[in-house]
């Protein structure tokens, strides 16, 4: 279990991502691009005294159009030039960082007429971002610290399949422990036998298109578990 410090200095960093991103959704417009978001996106974390990343130099992972269903990883990402136009998918990956202590936080934007929805009319949009909701409040509801990262990888592949969905993700994975260095990283992948209780905060971050689909949805936040065993978001 982490320190009351720990959380707390985690939980600053990770709700800096989380205004950006909750700021980002009313300043796309049509004419917006990755490169322009993901600049937006960079400028408010800096206004917000977070300019550094753990992620590879790419504070800001932003996919759209006909890279919305694209897995890459921040060390060969670079941000395109596609235009949003008036219907699009537009998903937006923030990893600040502040001395040791991580943000990583993913939500996906649906557009339509031109601009950021909640209430999208598409009802792939709906399957999709209503799914990610779904399958994270299960996920807290059902992951103990004796779940392993194995478990948690079968029991989220599982519930993503049962429901009409694939799993996106290039490592196929749905998630990772928070660490002070990139490269000590547990996934969340099926041959892992680690507890999850072994490990102060994880992320999960499923990444997911409907089977036939054409959209990629991806939504993540930080988890730990409290002093009673529950898991709790950051």
Same mark, same amino acid.
């Given at each position: $279990?982490?320190?009351? /410090?720990?959380? #707390?200095?985690?939980?600053?960093? !990770?709700?800096? &991502?989380?205004?950006? =991103? ?21 400028? $408010?974390?800096?206004? /917000?005294?977070? #300019?550094?990343?753990?992620?590879? !130099?790419?504070? &800001?992972?932003?996919? =759209? ?25 537009? /998903? ?143």
């Amino acid at each position: $279990m982490p320190t009351a /410090s720990q959380i #707390a200095k985690h939980r600053e960093v !990770q709700n800096a &991502a989380k205004t950006v =991103l909750a700021r980002l959704a009313s300043m796309i417009t049509a004419d917006d691009s990755e490169q322009s978001i993901a600049d937006k996106a960079y400028a $408010m974390l800096c206004e /917000s005294g977070y #300019a550094d990343t753990w992620y590879h !130099q790419c504070p &800001a992972l932003v996919l =759209l159009g006909s890279r919305s269903c694209v897995s890459i990883s921040g060390s060969d990402y670079q941000p395109g030039d596609e235009v949003v136009g008036k219907a699009n998918l537009i /998903s937006v990956d923030l990893s600040p960082s502040h001395q040791e202590y991580w943000g990583d936080c993913a939500r996906s934007f649906a557009v339509e007429n031109g601009r950021v929805t909640t209430t999208p009319q598409l009802l792939e949009f709906r399957n999709g971002l209503c799914f990610q909701q779904h399958l994270h409040a299960q996920m807290l509801e059902t992951v103990t610290p004796k779940t392993t990262f194995g478990q948690l990888f079968d029991w989220a592949n599982l519930r993503i399949r049962q429901n009409g969905f694939v799993n996106l993700d290039y490592r196929n994975n749905v998630g990772h422990s928070i660490v002070t260095d990139r490269d000590d990283r547990q996934y969340i992948h099926s041959d892992n036998k680690l507890e999850l209780g072994e490990i102060s905060f994880f992320s999960f971050e499923p990444f997911i298109r409907l089977k036939g689909g054409k959209w990629g949805f991806k939504h993540e936040g930080i988890f730990y578990f409290n002093e009673h065993g529950r898991l709790e978001e950051l």
